[in-house]
């Protein structure tokens, strides 16, 4: 993780104390009675007549306290989410338009219509009050979760990126309870728009998120808020692995580069972005099942002319960084597997389907991760300002 909390106090007499972590590296660490107003350990050695650091003091993590974590990765990640938003409601128009031929083509066609036709809050910011009370208690579940399973796999000497791609893997298990839901209520209300929306018939209308909770507990059960969570989690599990594990790596390429702890603000940023783009690219194939299975509706043959009785089930994408629209005539996978699904469609579309959206979706991870990663280490170094705690190794 970040490096931005390993420091050392401005006594000549007291040096960093370290101890080996499961890797082999050493991981600063503060002394007990340390108070604020300490330096990073390379402005520390450089005032002791060093030069240079260490190359183990270089490439070791820090250790932020679990708190500090938490509310970093959730003040980052709800923000990197929000950002994104508006595009995201774009990316649920184009997914989930029922209309022939479809109301909304090109990202810039479609975002200059919702924008002119709906305005920001009910247009392009809708569903931001749903994504906002899930994107910020996820993230910190997966900041806290990740930071403990990794520092525990390390210190019982699992390799070091094994260790960062369980990490990642289990944070996103524990932040799925949260964030599932609050995609399914968040993806409903930005097909639907504003209530009563006279510019888009999406089959939603709900008059706010309260209602939105009641009419689908009444209408569907509450399982309903659970919709698509195992083909989700197959795509997020890898991504937020990978790019945990890509982020680390990159991190520690740019601390031995710059042979210091701070990387400065252009590597922060591009560490984070790198890291998320790359994983967006590789698990495109699960993005792209991922959001067939949740788009396409097979229905039997014989109830081809039964009216639904519940209008307001569809079955759309219900997740951020989904940018896959499937091919116009493209054959319904007919299975609810995710590996089936990737056989049938690299055998009817070769690998090209498998990448389908590769673009989109690699630029929005790399944009999102960036912002996200960046905030969270910056906020850490506040965060150690504003709440010095007195820790022991963690």
Same mark, same amino acid.
């Given at each position: 993780m970040p490096s931005s909390l390993q420091f050392s106090e401005l006594s000549h007499s007291e040096g960093p104390s370290t101890e080996t972590s499961g890797t082999g590296l050493s991981l600063g660490s503060r002394h007990a009675n340390q108070q604020p107003g300490f330096l990073w350990e390379s402005d520390s050695k450089k005032l002791h007549g060093q030069d240079t650091m260490s190359s183990d003091d270089v490439e070791s993590e820090g250790r932020p306290p679990y708190l500090h974590a938490m509310i970093a990765g959730g003040i980052g990640g709800s923000t990197g989410d929000l950002l994104m938003h508006s595009l995201d409601t774009v990316k649920t128009r184009q997914q989930g338009d029922p209309h022939v031929?479809?109301?909304?083509?090109?990202?810039?066609?479609?975002? /200059? +219509?919702?924008? #002119?036709?709906? &305005?920001?809050?009910?247009g392009l910011y809708s569903g931001w009050v749903p994504a906002l009370g899930g994107s910020f208690?996820?993230?910190?579940?997966?900041?806290?979760?990740?930071e403990f399973s990794k520092r525990v796999l390390l210190d019982n000497g699992l390799q070091h990126h094994l260790a960062y791609l369980a990490g990642g893997f289990l944070g996103d298990l524990a932040s799925s309870i949260v964030y599932v839901p609050s995609e399914v209520l968040k993806t409903r209300m930005q097909l639907q728009g504003r209530y009563n929306n006279p510019y888009f018939k999406s089959?939603?209308?709900?008059?706010?998120?309260?209602?939105?909770?009641r009419t689908i507990a009444r209408t569907e059960g509450t399982g309903a808020l659970f919709y698509g969570y195992k083909a989700t989690l197959c795509r997020d599990l890898p991504f937020s692995a990978l790019q945990f594990m890509f982020w680390e790596q990159f991190h520690a390429w740019a601390r031995q /580069? +710059?042979?210091? #702890?701070?990387? &400065?603000v252009p590597l922060e940023l591009l560490t984070g972005a790198a890291a998320g783009g790359l994983a967006g690219v590789i698990t495109c194939p699960l993005d792209v099942v991922k959001t067939r299975l949740q788009t396409q509706v097979n229905p039997p043959a014989d109830a081809v002319h039964i009216k639904d009785p519940n209008p307001q089930k569809r079955l759309i994408s219900t997740s951020s960084p989904s940018t896959h629209r499937p091919?116009?005539?493209?054959?319904?996978?007919?299975?609810q597997s995710v590996i089936r699904?990737?056989?049938?469609?690299?055998?009817?579309e070769g690998v090209a389907g498998w990448f389908?959206?590769?673009?989109?979706?690699?630029?929005?991870?790399?944009?999102?991760?960036?912002?996200?990663?960046?905030?969270?280490?910056?906020?850490?170094?506040?965060?150690?300002i504003l709440m010095p705690v007195e820790l022991e190794e963690m």
């Open positions: 031929p479809p109301k909304y083509t090109s990202l810039g066609q479609s975002y /200059y +219509k919702i924008w #002119r036709q709906e &305005g920001i809050r009910r208690p996820g993230t910190m579940l997966f900041f806290g979760t990740y089959g939603y209308n709900y008059r706010g998120t309260v209602d939105a909770i /580069y +710059k042979q210091s #702890r701070d990387v &400065g091919m116009p005539g493209a054959m319904p996978l007919r299975t699904g990737l056989r049938f469609i690299y055998q009817s389908r959206g590769v673009g989109p979706r690699g630029v929005w991870t790399f944009i999102q991760s960036g912002c996200m990663l960046f905030l969270y280490q910056r906020l850490l170094r506040q965060l150690e």
